[in-house]
């Protein structure tokens, strides 16, 4: 209790004796017992008056028992009803959460679980994809300071996430098995792997990794279709040793666009499951190649780290040049890249305005901006002899092209000349400066427009330590390498810039979610959050029409379409009350990953309890289940002591006594005749 508070307690104490003395003592003439008795009636209900005003806290200690925790994740996932396990499932459910005892020991929580976890609510058995990894992991961080152990029931198939067998789970599994423990013979293709993009009669690689579960000895045939015939086959032979083969071949990409093709190898004696027999995939052949030429005047990292980046993409080809040796045209290039020009650049990009071609600039301490103001490119920079070290921030307002935030605050300062820059035509910055983590209303990196011609310009050297950075954060390079991409894309193409875009894959597997994208800018290429968008879907076989709406998120209009059956589709999205719209294809295949499975996976869920001082059950043994964890006396009831501290204002008892003392007291007032 704070010392003021006890302050006013003593003041009010001592207002309420005096109070009661004047009343009943001062200046009295008769003084009967019965004085004494009002007097402490008065004086005890007045001081109760003023400490409710006061109002102190009380600091109350009370006992808590905690049970621990028993976390039941269900599998929701296709794969059990695949294997016909639906109400199996739900009757161990029941088995758990309406047996007494457990009840009594634990505080049962009872999740479901497909690609993610969720709240338990209802079983539906439709989620497409398994991941439980996530749902380990997550119950994990919920009972991060509990005693909770987990019961798992599925049957150990994964599709997606990190191994569940080597997680580093705190608290102790017992995965309860469900679906065929029986092993069949089975064939199916484990992975194939294929570019996403080809040119018009050039070979694409397809790598196809074929696996085999049986101890006899058997052969089969592997195919490839594409176009109705047969474009690869190869006669297999596996054996309870032999039970991998990997088979990589090159086909040739003849039909520009999209084309589909589908893996399979044939059925084998005495097997039961077929649908993993076989895959689709499709490559999209394109006509034409981007090259890109790097013309430099400097040795420097950044030449090797864009070359990288920029080849990461198939379809793009980079040359380097020194600008002192370079006698050719630029006219078999799509994009030009200046880096750090000076005066030997003068030939060169008089060829650039003169063709109107597409180039980017990237500046340093060797750049000679005298000779680049000279050119008139649509930017200048009034530099001293000083060099800075600017760090980049994001600009989320930029809207010429699609460009995600991947981290580039962090990423280290770019080095360049000190100075103020200035544009004469319209521009986009996409990055801004910042000194020292103070951002200043300079761009970093901007990019200009004018006549079809198109300009980007990055102001300073140094990428080569954003894309070590971004490896170093992300473990992978894809994100700067999607992002120096992003900038190649759009200045190498020559295409008039669409007011509508649109994102969609050209292939699905069956009962997926298609989450359709779609970016809208007004006729100042200006993004507009106002515009109502919608989707068309048509099935090409059944003519069966699906529209619906886009929401706007994150400056993008999204959609989800759910539950289309397997076949050829084609969508057309429309801005409404615009003539503007995209139309455009795609595919939903028959393969669906949840029915890949021939059992259940019993050697995984069984590693997964012993490595975390679980136990593996079946289905008919939740009787032992229940025991086990009955008889635990690791799982024990805790009791501690927790502190409260309530308002007086809050104990409503106080303020009866209050009105039972001065109703006793006006009682004996009036019987003694005092009123």
């Given at each position: 209790?704070?010392?003021t508070t006890?302050?006013y307690?003593?003041?009010a104490?001592?207002l309420?004796?005096?109070v009661?003395?004047f009343?009943?003592?001062y200046?009295?003439k008769n003084?009967?017992k019965?004085?004494i008795l009002?007097?402490?009636?008065?004086?005890?209900?007045f001081f109760?008056?003023?400490l409710l005003?006061?109002?102190p806290?009380?600091e109350?200690?009370t006992?808590v028992?905690t049970?621990p925790?028993l976390t039941?994740?269900v599998d929701?996932?296709k794969?059990?009803?695949?294997?016909k396990e639906?109400?199996?499932v739900?009757e161990?459910?029941?088995?758990?959460t309406?047996?007494?005892?457990?009840?009594?020991k634990f505080?049962?929580?009872?999740f479901?679980?497909?690609?993610?976890l969720?709240v338990l609510?209802?079983l539906s058995f439709n989620n497409t994809d398994t991941?439980?990894?996530a749902?380990i992991?997550s119950?994990n961080?919920?009972?991060?300071d509990?005693?909770a152990?987990?019961v798992?029931i599925s049957?150990?198939n994964?599709?997606?996430g990190n191994?569940?067998?080597y997680?580093?789970s705190?608290q102790?599994?017992?995965?309860?098995v469900v679906?065929d423990?029986?092993?069949?013979k089975d064939l199916?293709?484990?992975?194939?792997?294929v570019?996403?993009f080809?040119?018009i009669?050039?070979k694409?690689p397809?790598?196809?990794?074929?696996?085999y579960?049986g101890?006899?000895?058997v052969?089969?045939?592997f195919?490839i279709?594409?176009n109705?015939k047969?474009?690869?086959?190869?006669n297999?032979?596996?054996?309870?040793?032999?039970n991998?083969?990997?088979?990589?071949?090159?086909?040739?990409?003849?039909k520009?666009?999209v084309?589909?093709?589908t893996?399979?190898?044939?059925?084998?004696?005495?097997?039961k499951n077929?649908k993993n027999?076989?895959k689709?995939?499709?490559?999209e052949?394109i006509?034409e190649?981007?090259?890109?030429?790097i013309?430099t005047?400097?040795?420097h990292p950044?030449?090797?780290t864009?070359?990288?980046?920029?080849?990461s993409?198939k379809q793009?080809?980079?040359?380097i040049q020194?600008?002192?040796?370079f006698?050719?045209?630029?006219?078999d290039y799509?994009?030009?890249v200046l880096?750090?020009?000076?005066?030997?650049f003068?030939?060169?990009l008089?060829?650039v305005?003169?063709?109107n071609?597409?180039f980017l600039v990237?500046?340093?301490v060797?750049t000679?901006?005298?000779f680049?103001n000279k050119?008139?490119l649509?930017f200048s920079?009034k530099?001293i002899?000083?060099?800075?070290?600017?760090?980049?921030?994001?600009?989320e307002s930029?809207?010429?092209?699609?460009q995600?935030?991947?981290?580039f605050?962090?990423?280290?300062?770019l080095?360049?000349k000190?100075?103020?820059i200035?544009?004469s035509?319209?521009?986009?910055?996409l990055?801004?400066?910042?000194?020292n983590g103070v951002?200043?209303?300079?761009?970093?990196l901007?990019?200009?427009?004018q006549?079809?011609?198109k300009?980007a310009?990055?102001?300073?050297?140094?990428v080569?330590k954003w894309?070590?950075s971004?490896?170093?954060?992300?473990?992978?390079f894809?994100?700067?390498?999607q992002?120096?991409?992003n900038?190649?894309?759009?200045l190498?193409s020559?295409?008039?810039r669409?007011?509508?875009e649109?994102n969609?894959e050209?292939?699905?597997?069956a009962?997926?979610?298609i989450?359709?994208?779609?970016?809208?800018?007004d006729k100042n290429y200006i993004?507009?959050?106002?515009?109502s968008?919608?989707v068309?879907?048509?099935?090409?076989?059944?003519?069966?029409?699906t529209?619906l709406?886009?929401s706007?998120?994150?400056?993008?209009?999204?959609t989800t379409i759910?539950?289309?059956?397997?076949?050829?589709?084609s969508?057309?999205?429309?801005?409404m009350?615009?003539?503007?719209?995209?139309y455009?294809?795609?595919?939903?295949?028959n393969?669906?990953v949840e029915e890949?499975?021939?059992n259940?996976?019993?050697q995984?869920?069984a590693k997964l309890?012993d490595?975390?001082?679980?136990?593996?059950y079946?289905?008919?043994?939740?009787?032992t289940?229940?025991e086990?964890?009955l008889?635990?006396k690791k799982y024990?009831?805790t009791q501690?002591?927790?502190?409260k501290?309530?308002?007086?204002?809050d104990w409503?008892?106080?303020?009866f006594?209050?009105?039972g003392?001065?109703?006793?007291?006006?009682?004996i007032?009036?019987?003694y005749?005092k009123?």
């Amino acid at each position: 209790m704070q010392t003021t508070t006890l302050l006013y307690i003593i003041i009010a104490l001592l207002l309420a004796i005096s109070v009661a003395y004047f009343q009943y003592y001062y200046k009295a003439k008769n003084r009967r017992k019965v004085t004494i008795l009002l007097f402490v009636l008065k004086a005890l209900s007045f001081f109760l008056l003023l400490l409710l005003f006061i109002n102190p806290t009380i600091e109350k200690t009370t006992l808590v028992n905690t049970k621990p925790t028993l976390t039941v994740l269900v599998d929701n996932s296709k794969s059990v009803s695949f294997f016909k396990e639906n109400e199996t499932v739900k009757e161990l459910l029941s088995n758990i959460t309406n047996n007494k005892e457990l009840n009594s020991k634990f505080d049962v929580e009872t999740f479901s679980f497909g690609s993610q976890l969720n709240v338990l609510d209802s079983l539906s058995f439709n989620n497409t994809d398994t991941n439980i990894y996530a749902a380990i992991s997550s119950v994990n961080d919920l009972n991060k300071d509990k005693n909770a152990p987990i019961v798992i029931i599925s049957d150990g198939n994964q599709t997606i996430g990190n191994d569940y067998e080597y997680t580093n789970s705190k608290q102790s599994i017992y995965p309860v098995v469900v679906g065929d423990t029986t092993k069949y013979k089975d064939l199916k293709i484990t992975q194939l792997n294929v570019n996403k993009f080809s040119y018009i009669k050039n070979k694409f690689p397809v790598e196809v990794i074929l696996n085999y579960e049986g101890e006899e000895t058997v052969k089969s045939r592997f195919s490839i279709f594409g176009n109705g015939k047969t474009v690869f086959s190869e006669n297999i032979t596996f054996s309870k040793v032999e039970n991998s083969k990997t088979i990589t071949t090159n086909l040739t990409s003849i039909k520009e666009g999209v084309n589909y093709y589908t893996a399979n190898i044939q059925k084998i004696d005495g097997e039961k499951n077929t649908k993993n027999n076989s895959k689709s995939f499709s490559i999209e052949v394109i006509n034409e190649q981007t090259k890109v030429l790097i013309l430099t005047s400097v040795l420097h990292p950044d030449i090797g780290t864009l070359k990288k980046a920029i080849e990461s993409n198939k379809q793009r080809s980079v040359d380097i040049q020194y600008i002192d040796k370079f006698n050719n045209q630029i006219n078999d290039y799509q994009l030009i890249v200046l880096y750090q020009p000076n005066n030997s650049f003068n030939a060169i990009l008089n060829q650039v305005i003169e063709n109107n071609s597409n180039f980017l600039v990237m500046s340093g301490v060797n750049t000679d901006w005298n000779f680049l103001n000279k050119k008139q490119l649509g930017f200048s920079k009034k530099v001293i002899n000083q060099t800075e070290n600017y760090g980049a921030n994001y600009n989320e307002s930029f809207l010429t092209f699609f460009q995600k935030d991947i981290g580039f605050n962090d990423f280290p300062p770019l080095k360049d000349k000190f100075g103020e820059i200035s544009f004469s035509k319209d521009h986009q910055d996409l990055l801004l400066q910042n000194i020292n983590g103070v951002q200043i209303q300079q761009p970093l990196l901007s990019v200009l427009e004018q006549n079809n011609q198109k300009t980007a310009v990055l102001f300073g050297e140094g990428v080569w330590k954003w894309r070590s950075s971004s490896f170093i954060s992300t473990n992978s390079f894809q994100d700067f390498d999607q992002f120096i991409g992003n900038i190649v894309q759009y200045l190498a193409s020559k295409k008039k810039r669409n007011r509508l875009e649109v994102n969609v894959e050209n292939l699905y597997p069956a009962n997926s979610n298609i989450n359709i994208s779609a970016f809208y800018v007004d006729k100042n290429y200006i993004f507009d959050d106002r515009a109502s968008l919608e989707v068309t879907i048509t099935n090409k076989e059944t003519k069966k029409v699906t529209k619906l709406p886009f929401s706007l998120i994150n400056k993008s209009y999204q959609t989800t379409i759910e539950s289309l059956p397997s076949g050829d589709y084609s969508y057309k999205v429309t801005v409404m009350g615009q003539n503007v719209s995209k139309y455009g294809e795609f595919k939903i295949t028959n393969y669906q990953v949840e029915e890949q499975f021939t059992n259940a996976n019993v050697q995984k869920l069984a590693k997964l309890a012993d490595k975390t001082g679980g136990k593996l059950y079946f289905k008919n043994q939740m009787t032992t289940l229940s025991e086990d964890l009955l008889s635990n006396k690791k799982y024990f009831t805790t009791q501690k002591s927790v502190a409260k501290e309530e308002n007086l204002i809050d104990w409503k008892w106080i303020l009866f006594f209050i009105i039972g003392l001065l109703t006793t007291e006006w009682f004996i007032r009036k019987y003694y005749g005092k009123i």
